[in-house]
């Protein structure tokens, strides 16, 4: 391996920067995400930051169970993500759609709509749950750990040309 | 000077080396700072570093051709622009050569803005075009004060050699001149309570919202050799010492420059962000009264 490559994967490994998107979540788990920030978990620590752009972001962060509204949303903004991007599930409901499983104004779960690689499951997950969660994406980011297998869920194509959007 | 010496002040201090060096350690100063106001602990002092590699390795998307050309042409301006700057500061000019002239460090240092509004909207973001709108209205602000304060120098110099500005005037020009300058600093840094103009969450990230991967990690870079380069101006005009010894005046230059990140810092954890228009009142009546006062003091000979 040449002393670029390791300096790259060294620097995906301490400066992993998030774009936090609500895709129809109760504002449970973006709280406690939050709460990763403060002074009792201190993500700064760990080069760890909460970015406002997807174009600046490493690692997308989906909370929620993806409602049809926020379905053409999802796909828009993980496009803008530049390469190489991880995404994190958190919380029970974009994983199966938790209490919201079975609605008609659900998509979810995640899968479905764009390839999800870690899951962090909980309602909420506590912050360190959602900080470990994390360190799986940047383990991936780095190179150190292989994507997972896609499973074989059926996918929603294009939001908008599928009428999925209501 | 021999061809030696200023390869040395050009490429090592306070030229190239110095510059990245600084330029790295005052964002990891700053940072710290306000993490540790906040009572946290704050990012390894190799952080903005590996920030920076990060950056530079992601992929960027794909964009018309034109415009990738022009928003990759105007973050690499800036950033010659703040090296240029930072190259050209006198810290060392009593062992002779470049003296330092205030016009070219002026434009050098005025490029910046100008290329940051101009980046905001060729982005063609909605969210760009108004951090870009508020970078333009805020340097209409700023630069007011700004410039009378360093006139008010300049006329108490009776030059533009920044040797002669920095220890000639009266300390009556000298002190308000000065005072206004700092005025300055927050808001030409984007820093609280001024930093409107990349108001992070508020309105995304500014001007700088389409920018990704190398051309984000070129601002980035832009804005962290501007801190250096600034913070140089102040301590050059502030402490000139006539007759120093070279070493003396390179320790000083380094240290009053990473004690003004400290000051900035803790004004930018301890402050909320104001709107536009209340920034833009702060600097039109505060800062230009301060700048004001310098420039009768020099016009009238105090």
Redesign the interface.
Known sequence: MSLIDT??R???R??PWLYHLNAGSCNGCDIELVACL??RY?V??L?IRL???P??A?IVVISGPVTRTTCEALQTVYA?V???KVVVALGSCPASGNVFAGSPTIVGPLERVIPVDVYVPGCPPRPDAMIAGIAEAVAILAGDKPRPVPTDVPVVPDATETGVRS | MTLSSALVRLLIFPGLLYAFAAAWLMEWLYRKVVARAQRRIGPPFYQPFFDFVKLLAKKPVTRPALQGFIMTALPLAAVAASLGTISLLPVLQDRGGFPGDLVLLVSLIELVPLCFVLAGFVSRSLFGGIGAAREAVLTLSYNVPFLIALFALVIGAGGFSIASVASTPTWAVRVPALLALLMTLPVKLHLNPFSAADAEQEIYAGALTEYDGPRLALWKLTHVLEWVALTGLWTVLAFPLPGAAAPVRALLFVAVSFLLVVLLAIVSAATARLKTAQIARFYWMWGLGVAVIALIAALIGV
């Open positions: 300096l790259v060294t620097a995906r301490r400066s403060t002074p201190d700064e620590q080069g970015e406002s752009s174009r600046h490493d803008q530049p390469d190489p």
